[in-house]
């Protein structure tokens, strides 16, 4: 089970650290995915970590979101600053036991997804 917390409503500028806590797998063997869904499109990547700790971004959220992990505490981060108005979404973590991927389906496991909203 994943679950995400964090999101709320911040203005343009600030900044936000979503966490996703992880239960009932081995979390330091799975590689960690965050993704978003807007309203109307389609679910996209925004970063991920390796299980050894390797990050990879989707280009614009590069220099303003940070993916990290802590593997005593089951938890998965997703530090995010500078923060624009084109960054609400819905927010969703996700596992997988395979290699990382920037597609959705790439992943086995999802949480219910937090609401990051981001007034101009």
């Known amino acids: 089970q994943l679950v995400e917390s964090g999101g709320g409503l911040v203005q343009a500028g600030g900044s936000l650290r979503l966490s996703c806590a992880a239960s009932?797998?081995?979390?330091?063997?799975?590689?960690m995915g965050w993704f978003r869904q807007a309203p109307g499109k389609e679910r996209e990547f925004v970063g991920a970590?390796?299980?050894?700790?390797?990050?990879y971004y989707q280009d614009s959220v590069k220099g303003r979101f940070t993916v990290s992990r802590d593997n005593s505490k089951n938890t998965l981060y997703l530090q995010m600053n500078s923060l624009k108005p084109e960054d609400t979404a819905v927010y969703y973590c996700?596992?997988?036991?395979?290699?990382?991927?920037?597609?959705?389906?790439?992943?086995?496991?999802w949480g219910q997804g937090t609401q990051v909203t981001v007034s101009s």
């Open positions: 996700a596992a997988t036991a395979l290699v990382v991927s920037s597609v959705p389906h790439g992943y086995r496991y």
């Open positions: 009932g797998l081995t979390f330091s063997a799975y590689d």
């Open positions: 970590i390796t299980r050894s700790g390797l990050t």
